[in-house]
């Protein structure tokens, strides 16, 4: 049994397509009460983005804030506030930024349309309902978000995505001016989500041609643009996020993703800064993916912070544990079925202690 | 101003995948009366094929000849017996086959919501109505036509695809089983099909950093099936073809695309072998590409056939030229604005000439 594979049905991609979101938009304002709702990363306040947004007199800029990783509680918040803007729902739900503002739309378009708490929805296929049309601008490329079947939210209990296909966008436009200005840092623990995400999945099991040609070819993009510094490097990245992600398809990502969820979940690490950190200690697993990311580290002079979890409590450790061995099919698909007789609880002890 | 680039929005992929379009198809039978029409190659009669074709008691099995390039009056022909079968339309159209039998099917599904004959809509964007949900199972890969936006149609004026959004097929079911008993001549005519629009498309003055991503990967897939003659072949050219066709969002085929159709449309060439026929005249515009494909073709063991413009009358030979040279797109693809000064009447009539 393959899964039937739910692509994003409509793509623009060049640069400067940012300024055809109100054109894309209008086909959505079906009637005259139509309004849409543009999830905005708050890092836009007051920037050039913000009066480039295309916004119609009823439609709301939803700021939000992404200093933590998107937590189920936030959803639920921002899901609240756009229920109480109007009586009718949006027409459009228009995600714009990284990783974190893009799963947050997803999480409120799929939350307007589906009961109760996004705790409710964290797992596989358990959304109900379709979403309100939903749609992407990534102002930051590499975690793949803008192609996935999920949008991951840390809740109560555990970190774990929204899976389903109505999770999957509508829309995207990929503008890659939109991605020239980001922070050197930023820049790259993005760009390392990508270039990793695709090492474990070339590297994983359940490998097959679809996902390995998307993969080979992101990682491909992903060396010009670290290591060759191509003039066409935000262009690349750009294909390269969207290749990674959708080289997820058919395969899974490995340890890096699980180790850096138990990370994420017990210190608030965020997703990009928190693979390149775990992904430095798996030689072991990734030999030639880690030493290409060493060098791509030097080129762009990255300093990763290092005894992250030197001041852990005993519990807190065995929560990061709990969470990072809680995702089998990550396992799986890095060390085969017997997953569990070699990351044993205390290899992922002494893989923790090396952070 | 981009286009909005509509995908396929569901693709399955992996080795005996087809035993699951039953499952696929189920989900449109939302009455009980309703009923799917299987447009299939008729090479396929009496074989094992045949058999596994999941159909229902009110099915219609559409065997289609494809010994000439689809044909208008054949589409309009087709739709009839569809329309007659029942009183209402079909709940999915699914295509069977290679590129004539899935742009039939493709056709098929547009001409039943779509009134009047199917050479009214040879052009860009003149459907008016979306088409019957329609499927694609492809038994040869290179055309590309899984993923394309038209359904290349030789009408009595002229031989031009039904372009638009509504022409792609809702689903792509890539079984690369299906393609591995392909006879050897159509495999390469096929198969070069994919490598030679990705030359074009690579070689053009429309290429954006989307279509070269996967032009870039669909010739180094070409490469490992028609040179290495890798394990995984089947698997690689049914990913090339995918990738091929995806690399025409943001591009053009070019000067042999546009020579092939002037040479069908007069001598009913099919597509494949005419491509290859074309591009082995065409080293002043693709030098490398030109010289690569003589190596595939030397690998695979081919010999294609000579002097098939010798015997033209002028008439023919004027009309060779004026389909060719009708295709504006495609010359300015190739060699940009001021083709019209470099692609002359006469230019064209010697490349013709040595064919």
Redesign the interface.
Known sequence: ??????????????RG?FA?LDE?IEKQRTDTDAWAVFVTDEVFQGKDLEKKIPLHANDLLLWVNVDDEPKTSYVDQLTLTVKNTRSTLPCAVIGIGGGSSMDLAKAVALMLTNEGSSTLYQGWDLIKNPAIYHAAVPTLSGTGAEVSRTTVLTGPEKKLGMNSDYTVFD?VV?D?ELIKNVPREQHFYTGMDCYIHCVESLEGTYL???SK?YG??SIE?CRQVFVDNHP?KD??L??ASF?GGMSI??SQVGACHALSYGLSYVLGTHHGIGCCITFDVLEEYYPAGVKEFRTMKETAGIDLPKGLTADLTDDQMETMITVALGLDPLWENCLGKDWKSIMTRDKARSLFLKI
């Open positions: 049994m393959y899964r039937n594979f739910k692509l994003v049905p409509n793509v623009i991609f060049g397509c055809q894309i829309q990929l890659p097959n041609e679809f040609s080979e070819k993009l066409d262009d690349k750009m294909m290749f398809a058919y």
